[in-house]
Every structure is written in C-alpha cells, then in structure tokens.
C-alpha cells in the first residue's frame, strides 16, 4: 500500500522517474484514443502538472502510469467536451482498463513514425520528435539549438498544423515502406546525437542533454523495431562514441583528443551496451553507413591504450564504407587513420586530393587534420596557414578557442619552416 502524505523528496524522484518512464508512451496512447497530438500533449502534460500536489496527499500510487492515464484522460475529456468536439464513445475511456504493454509500444512506435513522418522537414521532424517523444520543453529544445524559445515554438506549431491539415497518420508503415521510414527516423536520431555530440555552433562543445535524448531513442527503437540491423547499429555508434564524453574536455570546457584522452574515465556500461548493440547489428546485417562507424568506435573502445589501437582495422574499415559508397568526410577520416599507421607524409598523400578538390573547404576538421600533420612534420608555415582556415570556418567557440591555442603554439618561439630546418 501506497504510503500517505510521501515526503517531498520521495514525490519528486517518483515524479521525474514517472516522467522518464511514462511520458512518450502516455502521449501515445492519448493520442490514439482522442485522435488529437495536441490534446494528448497538454493532457498528459496537465496530469504531470497535477501528480506532485496530488502524490504528497495522497502517496505515491503504486502504478504511477496507471495513475497518470486515468488523469490525463479526464484532463482530454474536459478539453473536448469545453471545444463542443466530444465523441462521446471518448467519455467512456475514463473508466477504460489500461492498455497491454505491447499496446503502448504499439502506439510509441506510431507515434515515432509520426513525429518522423517525410512530408516534414527534417527540422521540424528534429523538433517535434523531441518534444513529443520524448517530452523536452519549446525552451529546453530551442537552448539546445541555440535559436530563439518563439522561433522554436512556432516551428512546432506549423508542424503540428501541417499533420494535422495533410493528415498525416500516425502508424506503423506496411511492410513495403517500413525499411525506407525506419531510414527517416535513424536520420532524425542521428541529427540529434550528432549535434549533442559535437555542437555546430555555441560555447559549448558537447550537449549532454540532446546525447542523453538520441540514446534513448535509439534504444526504444531498437528494441520495438528489434530485427533491424541499422537501428541497433545507430544505438552502437551513439552509445560507443558517448562513453567517451566526461574524457572529452578539460576543466576549462576545451576539447582533448583522443590520444590524450583518460580512458579511465569512459562509461564502461555504455560500452558493454553498445558493444552489445553491435552485436546485434552484426546478426541481422545492418548495411547502412551507421555500422561502419561503430565497427570503428568499437574498434578505440576496446583499445587499452592509445598506442595500442589496431590502425589497421580501422582503415580496413573505411577502404570497405568508400567502396560502399561513403563520401569524402569518410576519405577524410581514412587519411587520419593512415597517418596514425603510416606517418604524416601518407596521410598528406591521402589528403591531397580531397583538399585539391574544394569540397571540405567549409569543414574546418579538414584544415585541423591537415595543420597537424604539416606540424608534425616542421612545416609550421604551412601549419599556420592551414589553422588560419580552420578558424575561419570554425562555428563552434569551444573548438575556435582549441585551435587558437594550437596555432599560437607555432607562433610562440616562431614556426620552423620544414622537418630538417
């Protein structure tokens, strides 16, 4: 039996761990009962609103989600019936029985699909996934993207209008389109990770906060979708590359690489997962470009140290994704991981071409990985010149401040002109 009157911290952890737990599939469910992504939004949004006050006086009930169904659904009741758009078939779901676990999957999994749909932008698909799936306020999504809270707000509102004037359905696809809309949402979670993982712009080079939403993503959909490589693939990648995040800056916010790294520090239980996840992929045969990169995480994570990380695998790994198709970001990363087995002067030959040719000039990791293998090799003239583009095209201020510093190191006692000088 529930205990009466909880103490206030013992409601706040119940609630927030209800709210980690129930929203996205209450949001669903609601939205499959009243036909409305709105009102099952504030619906379910009012009866959190609700579960504090509610909970110290009465206790935490031992079913929170149950709990928070019946709640939500009066709430979306008393909406309708206010609006004059009551079925009244809807009045009766108060007193409904909860639906079966594989019910609310059900309806998660349309919802994801939904929210993902590719008669909207991959923004507002961004956007509205966050919001909706996984309950991130207007404010909370717009700090992570750096734009204004009501420019946020509207592009979430033109999204809800347009599923709502397209009709857009809320379903799982047939089986004939699954695989192309499961592609869609893997995009839109991947957008997200890779934004936490490496902000495009901002002070901040990591956003823990979007990382944390992509890997929970990642995993619901792989465990509701369990079959498809790609997903488990996509739940590798994101899980095997944040394990590295508390290593991946110092106590002043600026980055440290990998070779300089405390891998004492990498989440261990995000390792074991994700090597787990890639297991998985490797069973059912994911084929799209999410395995390669988590062969490749896989690959550091095992490393004991830097030294020790088989180069060799890795470039493998990349010379198999080009033949498959991978563009020149994926050329880029096999030139650096040539330079690790083979020595600068290989990984300048690799990087030639791709310089050569324009088509990194606005990606100043290029212009990093170039510099340092000029550097390493006394080139600091060139090096120089090579961070000066780098900064130019830099949007991110933690990685501007980075390369600053990097580039005074050649300025400091004045640059050597090559290795013999």
């Given at each position: 039996?529930a205990?009466?009157?909880?103490p206030?911290?013992?409601?706040?952890?119940?609630?927030?761990?209800?709210f980690?737990?129930?929203w996205?599939?209450?949001?669903?469910?609601?939205r499959r009962?009243f036909g409305?992504l709105?009102?099952?939004?504030?619906a379910?949004?009012?009866?959190?609103?609700?579960a504090?006050?509610?909970w110290?006086?009465?206790?935490?009930?031992e079913?929170?989600?149950?709990?928070?169904?019946?709640?939500?659904?009066?709430?979306?009741?008393?909406?309708?019936r206010r609006?004059?758009?009551?079925?009244?078939?809807?009045?009766?779901l108060?007193?409904?029985p909860?639906p079966?676990?594989?019910?609310i999957?059900?309806?998660q999994?349309?919802?994801?699909?939904?929210?993902?749909h590719?008669a909207l932008?991959v923004?507002?698909?961004?956007a509205?996934?966050?919001?909706?799936?996984?309950?991130l306020?207007?404010?909370?999504?717009?700090?992570a993207?750096?734009?204004?809270g009501?420019?946020m707000?509207?592009r979430?509102?033109?999204?809800?209008?347009?599923?709502?004037r397209a009709?857009?359905?809320?379903?799982v696809?047939?089986?004939?389109?699954?695989?192309?809309?499961?592609?869609?949402?893997?995009?839109v979670?991947?957008?997200?990770?890779?934004?936490g993982?490496?902000?495009?712009?901002g002070?901040?080079?990591?956003?823990?906060d979007l990382c944390?939403?992509?890997?929970w993503?990642?995993e619901?959909?792989s465990?509701?979708l369990p079959?498809?490589g790609?997903?488990?693939?996509l739940?590798?990648?994101?899980?095997?590359t944040?394990?590295?995040?508390?290593a991946?800056?110092?106590?002043?916010?600026?980055p440290?690489l990998?070779?300089?790294?405390?891998?004492?520090r990498?989440d261990?239980?995000?390792v074991?997962?994700?090597?787990?996840?890639?297991i998985?992929?490797?069973?059912?045969?994911?084929?799209?470009?999410?395995?390669p990169?988590a062969e490749?995480?896989?690959?550091h994570?095992?490393?004991?140290?830097y030294?020790?990380t088989e180069?060799?695998a890795?470039?493998?790994v990349y010379?198999?994704?080009?033949?498959a198709?991978?563009?020149?970001?994926?050329?880029?990363n096999?030139?650096a991981?040539?330079?690790?087995?083979?020595g600068?002067?290989?990984a300048?030959?690799a990087l030639?071409p791709?310089?050569?040719?324009?088509?990194?000039?606005?990606?100043?990791?290029?212009h990093?990985?170039?510099?340092t293998?000029?550097?390493?090799?006394?080139?600091?003239?060139?090096?120089i010149?090579?961070?000066?583009r780098?900064?130019?095209?830099?949007t991110n201020?933690a990685?501007?401040?980075w390369?600053?510093?990097?580039?005074?190191?050649l300025?400091?006692?004045?640059p050597r002109r090559?290795?013999?000088g």
């Amino acid at each position: 039996m529930a205990a009466r009157h909880s103490p206030v911290p013992t409601v706040v952890s119940a609630v927030d761990a209800a709210f980690r737990a129930e929203w996205s599939g209450l949001v669903a469910v609601l939205r499959r009962e009243f036909g409305d992504l709105q009102v099952a939004e504030d619906a379910a949004q009012e009866a959190f609103a609700t579960a504090p006050r509610a909970w110290r006086r009465d206790g935490v009930p031992e079913r929170p989600g149950a709990w928070l169904l019946v709640t939500a659904r009066r709430r979306a009741i008393d909406t309708l019936r206010r609006g004059k758009a009551l079925d009244e078939r809807m009045a009766t779901l108060v007193d409904a029985p909860p639906p079966s676990a594989s019910e609310i999957l059900d309806d998660q999994l349309a919802l994801i699909f939904g929210c993902c749909h590719p008669a909207l932008s991959v923004d507002a698909q961004v956007a509205l996934t966050l919001r909706t799936v996984c309950g991130l306020s207007t404010d909370q999504i717009a700090h992570a993207f750096l734009v204004p809270g009501p420019t946020m707000g509207k592009r979430i509102v033109r999204a809800k209008d347009k599923i709502r004037r397209a009709g857009i359905p809320f379903d799982v696809p047939p089986v004939e389109h699954l695989d192309e809309r499961v592609e869609g949402v893997a995009a839109v979670i991947y957008a997200v990770f890779t934004e936490g993982h490496a902000s495009s712009r901002g002070a901040t080079l990591i956003r823990g906060d979007l990382c944390d939403e992509a890997i929970w993503l990642a995993e619901t959909t792989s465990e509701l979708l369990p079959t498809h490589g790609d997903l488990h693939a996509l739940s590798a990648l994101c899980l095997l590359t944040d394990a590295r995040r508390a290593a991946r800056y110092d106590s002043a916010g600026s980055p440290v690489l990998l070779a300089e790294q405390d891998r004492d520090r990498w989440d261990r239980a995000k390792v074991t997962k994700g090597l787990d996840h890639l297991i998985a992929a490797r069973r059912h045969e994911a084929q799209g470009a999410y395995r390669p990169q988590a062969e490749i995480a896989a690959i550091h994570s095992m490393a004991p140290c830097y030294e020790a990380t088989e180069w060799s695998a890795i470039v493998t790994v990349y010379d198999q994704w080009l033949e498959a198709g991978g563009g020149p970001v994926v050329a880029l990363n096999r030139a650096a991981a040539i330079g690790e087995r083979d020595g600068s002067e290989a990984a300048l030959a690799a990087l030639a071409p791709l310089l050569d040719s324009g088509t990194l000039d606005d990606y100043h990791y290029a212009h990093i990985a170039h510099a340092t293998h000029l550097r390493a090799l006394g080139r600091d003239e060139d090096a120089i010149r090579a961070y000066d583009r780098a900064i130019a095209v830099c949007t991110n201020d933690a990685e501007g401040t980075w390369i600053r510093a990097q580039r005074a190191e050649l300025t400091r006692d004045g640059p050597r002109r090559s290795s013999a000088g």
